[in-house]
């Protein structure tokens, strides 16, 4: 079964954990081509909202469609092959080498391994280190390296949790760079960031959310700053 899609749509979504309300009633969509920035202090449900997208968190009431496709249907796993998430764990394996890892998530993906990894560790910068193990790389190298991993299989949704964490300004300007290809290429792109300068310069739309609710869906643009602090109220 293979499926696809233009659109993502979050209708009245909400999520409970016990008596805690993570989200409450969030309704957010987006199409191919736009970087949505996702932005909130600290517990606001960033993390929860991509857990939902990313199918592995079930939302409590409303529902999640993906084009015509409604996650809760069977057939969640040719759904799951069109998403790519990069979250707080980098799912590497230390002991592996660069390309080795590789090489594991692209046969999970049933990929032509060669061609795929090749492109994969030029796209992090890291062919000259393809072969040492990821357990003596920096943050950054680990973070640019779970990211082509999470975009192996070239998927629709790409989910991104903090993608900038320790980066440095090189690095951001690469991955930057490489998010707005994959948008100008059809993806819907997803960026959960507490970064408000990047978010300004990259995010095509910007989405606040703050105790769990959506508090503002506007177009990207200048001020962002500003803006979020009007919205957050100085958080």
Do not use: C, W
């Amino acid at each position: 079964m293979t499926i696809d899609f233009d659109q993502i749509r979050l209708v009245d979504v909400s999520r409970h954990f016990g008596r805690r309300r993570a989200v409450t009633r969030v309704t957010l969509s987006a199409r191919s081509g736009e970087i949505v920035g996702l932005l909130g202090p600290n517990g606001a449900g960033k993390s929860t909202l991509i857990g939902m997208m990313a199918t592995l968190v079930t939302p409590s009431t409303g529902e999640i469609r993906y084009g015509k496709y409604d996650a809760r249907r069977p057939g969640g796993g040719a759904l799951r092959a069109r998403i790519g998430l990069l979250a707080h764990e980098l799912h590497l394996y230390p002991e592996l080498s660069a390309r080795q890892n590789l090489r594991f998530f692209a046969e999970l993906h049933g990929l032509d391994a060669r061609p795929t990894i090749d492109a994969a560790l030029d796209g992090a910068g890291l062919t000259d280190r393809a072969d040492d193990d990821v357990s003596s790389f920096s943050r950054g190298m680990r973070q640019r390296l779970a990211l082509e991993r999470a975009l192996l299989h070239r998927p629709r949704l790409v989910l991104l949790d903090e993608p900038f964490t320790g980066l440095d300004d090189r690095a951001v300007r690469i991955v930057s760079e490489r998010l707005r290809q994959l948008a100008a290429n059809g993806a819907i792109l997803i960026l959960a960031t507490h970064d408000l300068d990047i978010a300004d310069g990259l995010a095509t739309r910007i989405a606040i959310v703050r105790d769990g609710r959506l508090v503002s869906d506007e177009p990207g643009g200048t001020d962002l700053r500003q803006r979020y602090r009007s919205t957050v109220g100085g958080a």
